[in-house]
């Protein structure tokens, strides 16, 4: 018996160290799903849009969509989530437009038609080389820019927030960390141990100093409701915190007019601090 109960030790110890280092390996696949596919465009919803090749930091040709709407102060810098590509945000960009928004929507780094491979840095490089395009080469202001960014890149476009001056950043269905995130999926894992990723949200929102408006889903099946108010209660004022429903990925369709209206209340709010701003500037 002892014996027996010896083996079924180890055989227990080499089963579950040997998931642990198949989820070690196996967290880029997890963690990014990029398509390379893109069959459509903004033109098929009718939308006037420029194609853009822009580069990276460290040398790498991405590719964006820069979609302009008639007589908008405002821009938004859209950085997506994890799956697909600029493609399957068609839906989102024809909200912003309709919501009188410029939006610039880039693929990351083996997304869509852009060169290389995901990976964590390379994500921060490519959104700021976006963000740079957008100021050096289309000359938005930066009080301009509405950083957003959608689950994982959320994450991106906070630490975006913390390096530039923007406007706003808007995340939505947010995770606090990939650590955080991972505990989640993989409760009985030392996840700490295993990650090969940061994405620290929660560090970073604390060091965004623009105004900060949190959308999440009470439904949201991947990422928590939790964590949404987390990152509201570590936010910096000014800051909004903004329920919907649906699930992670359709509860800003799902969520209707409630999603609009706290964007254009939202736009409403940025527009008379920015007014207030140049009345301070001016006098």
Excluded at 3 to 26: D, H, K, Q, T
Excluded at 38 to 43: K, Q, R, S, Y
Excluded at 229 to 238: I, K
Aim: charged content about 20%; glycine content about 8%; proline content about 4%.
């Amino acid at each position: 018996m002892g014996s027996m109960l010896i083996y079924l030790a180890v055989v227990l110890f080499v089963a579950y160290w040997g998931l642990g280092l198949i989820l070690y390996l196996m967290q880029p696949t997890f963690l990014y799903r990029p398509v390379r596919e893109v069959p459509f465009t903004p033109d098929e919803l009718g939308l006037d849009f420029e194609s853009v090749v822009f580069r990276s930091g460290d040398g790498l040709l991405l590719s964006g969509w820069y979609i302009p709407a008639e007589n908008a102060e405002l821009t938004v810098l859209f950085c997506h989530g994890n799956g697909g590509n600029m493609f399957h945000r068609l839906d989102s960009i024809n909200i912003f437009y309709n919501l009188g928004l410029n939006c610039f929507i880039f693929d990351y780094r083996g997304y869509g038609s852009s060169q290389g491979k995901p990976g964590e840095e390379g994500t921060y490089l490519d959104v700021m080389a976006a963000y740079k395009w957008l100021t050096e080469e289309k000359k938005v202001s930066s009080a301009d820019i509405i950083i957003f960014g959608r689950s994982l890149g959320g994450s991106i476009a906070a630490q975006l927030a913390t390096k530039v001056k923007a406007g706003a950043l808007i995340i939505e269905n947010v995770f606090t960390s990939y650590v955080d995130i991972g505990r989640k999926f993989y409760p009985y894992m030392p996840v700490r141990w295993f990650a090969r990723f940061s994405y620290k949200t929660i560090d970073y929102i604390k060091d965004v100093l623009c105004p900060v408006m949190i959308i999440h889903s009470r439904n949201d099946e991947i990422v928590p409701f939790e964590f949404g108010l987390e990152l509201y209660e570590a936010a910096n004022e000014p800051k909004e915190l903004v329920e919907i429903f649906g699930s992670h990925n359709d509860s800003f369709l799902v969520s209707g007019e409630i999603y609009r209206n706290a964007w254009t209340n939202w736009l409403k709010f940025l527009k008379e601090c920015k007014s207030q701003a140049d009345r301070q500037q001016a006098s």
